[in-house]
């Protein structure tokens, strides 16, 4: 995904808030990006935050209707996570949402 894309996740897409992560959902063709900011950390633990939330996806995504773009934004919540935390947390976000599966 393309920085104007993710650009337009944000400006347009709904934003779910959790502790360790934020879920952007809007409308397209079904791409992915994942953000770690500098607030999370140096560059080995932005890292880190980016592989365990790519890692966590992998496995929530088939709940995700097709048709959205997801923006996901790790927080400085998420250090000393693990992915299984990162599931659930997503899990919970994706029930708010209109555009999960059971």
Do not use: C
């Not at 104007?4 to 063709?29: I, K, T």
């Not at 997801?70 to 000393?80: E, F, H, S, T, Y």
């Amino acid at each position: 995904m393309r920085s104007r894309d993710v650009d337009r996740v944000f400006a347009e897409g709904r934003s779910f808030h959790g502790r360790r992560v934020v879920l952007f959902l809007a409308p397209g063709p079904g791409a992915t990006a994942v953000v770690a900011a500098r607030k999370v950390g140096a560059a080995v633990e932005r890292n880190r935050a980016r592989r365990i939330l790519r890692a966590a996806w992998r496995q929530v995504a088939p709940m995700v209707d097709d048709g959205y773009d997801v923006v996901l934004v790790a927080r400085q919540g998420i250090r000393g996570a693990r992915t299984q935390d990162l599931v659930a947390e997503m899990t919970e976000l994706l029930r708010r949402t209109e555009v999960a599966r059971p």
